[in-house]
Nanobody, 114 residues
């Protein structure tokens, strides 16, 4: 299974972007799907997670601004990012994991200008 992120780019502060993470092969609907991000000089941090059952959790820094969702029929996960801030600038990675399996995407750059 390969994961491919898309939707990153350059946006002004206050703007919106929608990231997608598409799996090339089938993933299990029970797998958890996660968005991480890593800014230069910083450790990778969890942004949002959605369980197989649809439960979601967010980093405090993005609560109320970002929304994670998934479409199991399309093997795809999304991250709707609104009210973007310069501190959201990072490479965003998707991660899918389940029992004895773990997959990572290659990342997509998000840059928010002030």
């Amino acid at each position: 299974v390969q994961l491919v992120e898309s939707g990153g780019g350059l946006v002004q502060a206050g703007g919106s972007l929608r990231l997608s993470c598409a799996a090339s092969g089938s993933i299990f609907s029970s797998d958890a799907m996660v968005w991480y991000r890593q800014a230069p000089g910083n450790q990778r941090e969890l942004v949002a997670v959605i369980s197989g059952g649809g439960s979601t959790n967010y980093a405090d820094s993005v609560k109320g601004r970002f929304t994670i969702s998934r479409n199991n029929a399309k093997n795809t996960m999304y991250l709707q990012m609104n009210s973007l801030k310069p501190e959201d600038t990072a490479v965003y990675y998707c991660h899918v994991y389940g029992l004895f399996r773990s997959y990572w995407g290659q990342g997509t750059q998000v840059t928010v200008s002030s």
